[in-house]
């Protein structure tokens, strides 16, 4: 028999991504990136084909290295994983337990009480306000059983985010014993002066952590890829945990490359806050609200009528060879999110939306 904790957890449900009888379907269900990655990163991948035989540099130096530079941050803090999911799980595995609580936002990434669970820690949600993290209500469930609190900014799937001053007061509200981890998998995509990835934050304290992907504005997510921010000592913690080549070659090689192609970030960044803004002025004038997001997605609202609710939507995109992501795991059930894409793909959504909700 497995640990108690394990047999009683969910496993998580990534977005769809096929359609019976659609060759192509637009995919809109995982945040993936509208432009795709940098060209550079996919010669650098493809370089790599004749070396597959050969392990990956265990110590991730040169990817270390070259996110230090980009970053202004110290390489000896950085740790690599596959994907963030890989990291958010060594955290985990490190600092929590059986008898111990995780605590995160309501309606945040559902990998923190999945995993937390697997650990066997008990995961504890915090109310939001108006769909945004709650500073306030998030202190007030700290106890002494915490190890752990998540924070996702900007949150996926609600796309709101804590501007610096709520996320310091948030660290300054907890103890030093509790592990502050700021997911920050979309910052790239925030456009706003009163926000800050957290690694500033990091560099003021021992207990916090940022965690970043690229799978998401470096277009990556097929190959796994992702990297922490730490203190030197949680730094320690995580390459004694982690495998000692748990991330491939191809992937290492293309994770340079894409930080050091800073056109194509430039490019992607400014699609995005383009699509953004068009997508979300068409749906507010089709009446379908939305949480002020700051990421590559949109969450809207759709009415009670079944006719035009969430699931009825949901079927009718379907149907025009369209995927979003229904929203009912993270207990937001009259809500679809919806990835920002091409701006075809959003004409076509869009258009498609209009058909169905001016329907009578």
């Given at each position: 028999m497995p640990r108690p904790g394990i047999l009683g957890t969910a496993s998580y449900v990534g977005g769809e991504a096929k359609i019976v009888g659609v060759e192509r379907p637009i995919r809109l269900a995982s945040n993936e990136s509208a432009l795709g990655p940098s060209t550079k990163a996919i010669a650098a991948y493809r370089a790599l084909a004749g070396e597959i035989h050969r392990y990956p540099d265990g110590d991730t130096a040169e990817l270390r290295e070259a996110l230090g530079r980009y970053h202004g941050l110290d390489p000896a803090r950085i740790v690599c994983?596959?994907?963030?999911?890989?990291?958010?799980?060594?955290?985990?595995?490190?600092?929590?337990?059986?008898?111990?609580?995780?605590?995160?936002?309501?309606?945040?990434?559902?990998?923190?009480?999945?995993?937390?669970?697997?650990?066997?820690?008990?995961?504890v949600a915090a109310p939001e306000r108006m769909l945004t993290t709650d500073v306030d209500a998030l202190l007030e469930r700290v106890t002494?059983?915490?190890?752990?609190?998540?924070?996702?900014?900007?949150?996926?799937?609600?796309?709101?985010?804590?501007?610096?001053?709520?996320?310091?007061?948030?660290?300054?509200?907890?103890?030093?014993?509790?592990?502050?981890?700021?997911?920050?998998?979309?910052?790239?995509?925030?456009?706003?002066?009163?926000?800050?990835?957290?690694?500033?934050?990091?560099?003021?304290a021992d207990n916090v952590v940022m965690l970043r992907t690229f799978s998401k504005i470096y277009a990556l997510a097929g190959l796994r890829l992702g990297w922490a921010y730490c203190p030197p000592a949680i730094a320690d913690i995580f390459n004694r945990m982690r495998s000692p080549f748990n991330v491939n070659a191809p992937a290492l090689a293309a994770g340079v490359a894409?930080?050091?192609?800073?056109?194509?970030?430039?490019?992607?960044?400014?699609?995005?806050?383009?699509?953004?803004?068009?997508?979300?002025?068409?749906?507010?004038?089709?009446?379908?609200?939305?949480?002020?997001?700051?990421?590559?997605?949109?969450?809207?609202?759709?009415p009670d009528d079944p006719r035009k609710n969430a699931d009825a939507v949901f079927g009718f995109l379907q149907r025009h060879g369209i995927l979003t992501r229904k929203m009912g795991a993270y207990g937001l059930p009259q809500y679809l999110r919806i990835t920002i894409g091409t701006g075809d793909e959003m004409e076509r959504v869009a258009t498609t939306l209009g058909e169905i909700m001016t329907a009578r």
């Open positions: 994983g596959a994907g963030s999911d890989e990291l958010i799980t060594l955290l985990l595995r490190s600092y929590a337990g059986p008898g111990d609580e995780v605590l995160y936002s309501r309606h945040g990434f559902l990998m923190y009480p999945i995993n937390a669970q697997t650990v066997g820690a008990t995961p002494e059983r915490t190890r752990i609190v998540f924070i996702a900014n900007p949150n996926n799937p609600t796309g709101t985010y804590l501007g610096t001053a709520d996320m310091a007061r948030l660290h300054a509200g907890l103890p030093p014993s509790v592990v502050l981890a700021i997911d920050s998998a979309y910052a790239e995509f925030v456009n706003r002066n009163d926000y800050e990835a957290g690694m500033a934050l990091v560099d003021r894409a930080v050091e192609d800073v056109e194509a970030l430039l490019r992607a960044q400014a699609h995005n806050q383009r699509w953004l803004a068009w997508f979300s002025e068409r749906l507010a004038a089709l009446g379908i609200p939305l949480t002020p997001s700051v990421a590559n997605f949109v969450l809207a609202r759709f």
